[in-house]
């Protein structure tokens, strides 16, 4: 069972994190925590000249394995779209990707980096935010 | 079994007492070990609850019907035993709360708000549960005082040197502590911060969530003037706790919450309230749960307190030294001799999260986390830390567990 959280792919991009790193002059930019875990994920974007693609992401952060993969796959998945298909893109778009069953509790660590991708394009574009992260400017998952 | 830890209660024969060990965790025994977050409950607590709820079942102080007074005399009944068990002078100083988050806010608020002011200083330590700190850091706020913290050494054990410096721009008014710390395991020199506190013209106000369950408690050999416990953490049941306080501080107290119970008189004008304890207990208490406590602390002064300390500690000890042999674990705390039976230990490379997962499908269960200390954990300079606690119905193979789980995790992180 562990084994089936813990598959391979998450575990290569825990330790191989993909657009890991701190992005200076980002033109979108924010940062959350998940209590419950510790995690911590920073976000930052720069559009391309049409100020609507995402041209390069990056994050830092620090935290389990689950909330540190995920962010990391959703580098990958978010670079070319732009800040309101990814607005729009439901959370279930990257908990596919991650493909593990996971507990409630575990979710918020694998939804971490989504939410803060979102409210940094909230703060950048006013481009909506879900409900349950709506009027959030530093996103604490509780 | 590598392990052969001799103990002076028989833990494997009091684990019978407790039903939720009748069942296996994905295919395996449960190894509970997160008693410091919660304990388990003996059937004894269970049938207590159970029988008053058929038997006794009515609201306290009202009736003057039998079922009433039946119903009252388990409720005070149960609060004596709460006396007994802290050794508080006079059963009027105990007061039924939720729990010993609501206890302290009771102090926090019912005394703090009337008593700080600017100019004053309330003192915690970085080895507070959030339940003691936050109360007191919104209380100095609200009322302009400062607060100040007291800080550990690399042991994680108290700097009582640091206190003059906390004092020296202000007037300290609370002194707030808990007497075993939940993260660390940590016992802290209550005795010692009492008279420094009453030296200042202080309160002292003790955390005994942690400590009451596992540490024998006498208030008065402490010299504290406030004393919170949970039930829940003591083999009794979620939903209440207590406060003891010093009878003539909680008279000049004004009252926390307000309602019913509570008064004396109520005029369209003005309301008195009611004695002690009655004042500070708003509303319907949680009537079956004090009676659960009650049942709680019988179970528990059967098996006896220091046979449960000093097996708790062996485990520790234990524990330390078999996770300390494992490469990449990082121990926290106090030396085995001087600290509670909590253990908290990193894997290198490894989030506690992910650490307790794998441990999980192995049925082993700890914490994982801030444990509700994120100043400590930033004095530790982690996130969070992994924990194993322990309690009267564990065992040595659940330290195995525990370290071949640790294994496995790293195994898997390669």
Known sequence: MAEDLYREVILDHYKNPRGHGVMEDADAQAEGVNPLCGDEVSIYVQFADDGETLEEVKFSGRGCAISQASTSMLMEMVVGKTASEIAGLPKEALLEEVGIPLTPVRLKCALLGLGVLKVALHRAKGTPLPDEWAGLDELELT | ?414
């Open chain 2, 1 to 414: 079994m590598v392990v052969t830890a001799r103990t002076s209660l028989d833990a494997q024969k009091l684990r019978a007492d407790f039903p939720i060990f009748e069942q296996e965790i994905h295919g395996k025994p449960l190894a509970y070990l997160d008693s410091a977050v919660t304990s388990q409950k003996p059937r004894q607590v269970l049938d207590a609850m159970r029988d008053f709820y058929e038997t006794s079942n009515a609201n306290v102080h009202r009736g003057v019907y039998t079922l009433s007074e039946r119903a009252t005399e388990a409720f005070e009944g149960a609060r004596q035993k709460v006396a007994d068990f802290v050794n508080a002078p006079d059963v009027r100083e105990v007061i039924f709360t939720r729990q010993a988050t609501e206890a302290l806010n009771l102090v926090a608020y019912a005394w703090g708000l009337n008593n700080l002011g600017p100019g004053d200083l309330v003192v915690v330590t970085e080895l507070e549960h959030h339940s003691n700190f936050v109360p007191w850091q919104y209380m100095a706020e609200k009322t302009g005082a400062g607060f100040r913290m007291l800080h550990v050494n690399e042991d994680g054990e108290l700097d009582l040197s640091g206190l003059d410096e906390a004092a020296r721009d202000g007037n300290v008014k609370v002194v707030a502590a808990n007497l075993v710390s939940n993260a660390l395991g940590t016992i802290n020199p209550i005795e010692k911060l009492a008279a420094w506190a009453h030296a200042q013209g202080a309160i002292m106000v003790v955390d005994g969530a942690q400590a009451a369950p596992h540490h024998p408690v006498d208030v008065q050999a402490l010299g504290c003037d406030f004393f919170a416990l949970s039930a829940h953490k003591m083999c009794g049941p979620t939903g209440v706790g207590a406060l003891w306080g010093r009878r003539e501080i909680l008279e000049a107290m004004e009252p926390f919450n307000l309602g019913g119970h509570m008064i004396s008189k109520v005029r369209y004008e003005s309301t008195t309230w009611g004695e002690l304890p009655h004042k500070f207990e708003a509303g319907t208490s949680p009537i079956a749960e004090a009676v659960g406590l009650g049942a709680a602390i019988d179970y528990l002064n059967e098996v006896g307190i220091e046979a449960i300390e000093a097996h708790e500690q062996e485990l520790a000890a234990v524990a330390l030294e078999r996770l300390g042999e494992i490469e990449g674990v990082t121990l926290y705390g106090p030396p085995a001799d001087r600290r509670a039976g909590i253990v908290s230990f990193n894997v290198e490379g490894i989030h506690p999260h992910d650490v307790a997962q794998v441990l999980d499908s192995e049925g082993v269960a700890i914490r994982a986390g801030h444990h509700c200390c994120q100043p400590l954990m930033t004095r530790l300079a982690v996130a969070a830390t992994n924990r194993a606690s322990f309690y009267l119905y564990s065992v040595p193979e659940e330290i195995d567990r525990l370290v071949e789980g640790v294994q496995k995790t790293r195994k898997i992180f390669g």
